[in-house]
């Protein structure tokens, strides 16, 4: 046997011919998976010293694993002290009591009592057992055994990573949000008559203090900035998403639908120079841009986890009020696309630091959902639909696209329908969703398809991958309404 092969000792009571087989059985089964078993029916002849092999169980450097195998009889002897089990109780517990690393001890479940409870003795009452008691999760915590064995668990913490930034800044900045938030979030929660009212109290003093993100003076490079400014509003980005999620499961009113979009339309302000100021460039406003596209993507994605089909439909079918400001000479009213706008700093970061990525965009997307609360699936989801909705938008009013999926670049790894064209597939949920893309039925996709064909409409693409021709299979189109 390698010098590889773990050694486990294992403790148990001679209480049963039954039991006694049950114990071997087990021994067996752990020697066939590379484990090397000291059990005394193997490894205690005639004439030795019974003793000095139980001691060995923590006195044998080489023995790191000890397994105490419980039934009715042995929790009985150990608790009073009696017999052979007695003795290795009385070994065992000042190994377990004394030792910080507790790990070399573990009681095997082979029986529970009368009441279901599993036979554990009183010394080892708070600590995780292995349960083999049950035939029909043998096979799963048998698995447990040899991992805990092999010390290769299931479930292994990963590397720790850096502070974010926006700890570690002495200086980040307040949004000043979070006594509002949690008030709206209660009244929205408990049905409370002020709900609306502290729901635009939230929102007005986001909308208010937002300007404290502003990039003035930038020291270094604009870029380097601009990460760290939107890296700084990640939990302001966490608040508002718990907003959100919350405004979908407990108001989804058409009160509320008004209060988003008017909460939406207050932030475009901050993507442009206003007017009758000094011309800036366009990328001073680079990280506004991708904090409210980001905002917008989560508060539809928040809408469609909860099936809030009218509030999405509203708030893309709504447009948006423009004050006049130095890139529209008059005000103006603007669809839901003014939530996508182009970053050059990002792609002037991606050249100067030569980190040949796709879309950086895209990137920060993707690491962003990780604490986000909803997976990133159900964002490039939501990217889709705005897609294709903007899409059917330019075909119905003969206008130019502007919706660009930045999240889609990652599609390429799902291959299938996504969940929300999958569910309907049944006629009665493609009634409910036909709301957000303002059709009929499901043969008005055909002037979509038709059009990408014709080229009268681009297909995204980067780089080497493109969705071509992922839209129909994205939105399952062949199985779309085919089921009651």
């Given amino acids: 046997m390698s010098q590889d092969n773990p050694k486990l000792f294992i403790s148990y009571c001679w209480s049963s011919e039954e039991h006694e087989q049950w114990v071997l059985d087990l021994a067996t089964e752990l020697r066939e998976a590379g484990i090397d078993v000291f059990l005394d029916k193997w490894d205690l002849k005639e004439g030795q010293d019974a003793l000095k092999f139980m001691e060995k169980m923590v006195t044998d450097p080489k023995i790191k694993k000890v397994a105490i195998i419980c039934d009715h009889t042995y929790v009985e002897k150990a608790d009073k002290r009696t017999g052979g089990v007695g003795t290795e109780t009385q070994i065992i517990s000042p190994e377990i009591y004394a030792k910080e690393d507790q790990n070399k001890f573990v009681v095997i479940v082979a029986e529970r009592d009368e009441n279901g409870k599993a036979c554990l003795p009183t010394y080892y009452k708070s600590r995780i057992f292995i349960d083999l008691s049950e035939s029909d999760s043998y096979a799963t915590n048998f698995e447990k055994l040899l991992r805990w064995i092999y010390d290769k668990p299931l479930y292994q913490k990963p590397e720790i990573g850096k502070i974010p930034e926006f700890l570690s800044e002495t200086n980040s900045i307040k949004l000043g949000t979070s006594v509002k938030c949690k008030r709206a979030l209660d009244a929205i929660r408990n049905n409370k008559g002020y709900a609306n009212g502290a729901l635009d109290e939230y929102f007005q003093t986001f909308v208010e203090n937002l300007e404290k993100f502003r990039i003035s003076n930038a020291e270094g490079e604009f870029d380097d900035e601009v990460i760290k400014n939107i890296d700084n ?15 979908a499961q407990y108001r989804n009113i058409p009160e509320t639908w008004q209060q988003l979009h008017k909460f939406f339309e207050n932030l475009i302000p901050y993507m442009y120079s206003p007017e009758r100021t000094i011309a800036r460039k366009k990328t001073d406003f680079d990280n506004f841009r991708f904090i409210i596209h980001e905002l917008f993507l989560y508060a539809i994605s928040s809408l469609l986890k909860y099936e809030c089909f009218d509030a999405v439909a509203y708030l893309i079918r709504q447009h948006y009020f423009v004050e006049k400001n130095n890139e529209y000479n008059r005000n103006i009213m603007k669809p839901f696309t003014i939530f996508f706008q182009y970053m050059s700093s990002l792609d002037r970061r991606n050249e100067r630091l030569k980190l040949g990525r796709t879309s950086l965009r895209a990137d920060l997307l993707k690491q962003r959902s990780e604490t986000s609360g909803i997976k990133f699936m159900q964002l490039m989801q939501s990217d889709f639909i705005l897609f294709i909705r903007d899409c059917l938008d330019a075909i119905k009013y003969q206008q130019h696209q502007f919706w660009w999926p930045t999240t889609l670049l990652y599609i390429e790894r799902h291959n299938g329908t996504l969940e929300i064209f999958a569910r309907a597939q049944s006629k009665e949920y493609f009634s409910k969703i036909n709301c957000i893309f303002d ?46």
Avoid: M, Q
Wanted: hydrophobic content about 45%; glycine content about 4%; overall charge neutral.
């Fill in 233 to 247: 509003f990640l939990p302001y980005r966490n608040e508002s998403i718990t907003i959100f999620l919350t405004v």
């Fill in 439 to 484: 059709i009929g039925e499901k043969k008005d996709f055909i002037l979509l398809f038709e059009a990408f064909k014709k080229e009268e409409l681009t297909i995204p693409s980067w780089g080497f991958f493109s969705l071509k021709p992922n839209p129909e299979i994205l939105l399952g189109f062949e199985k779309l309404a085919t089921r009651p």
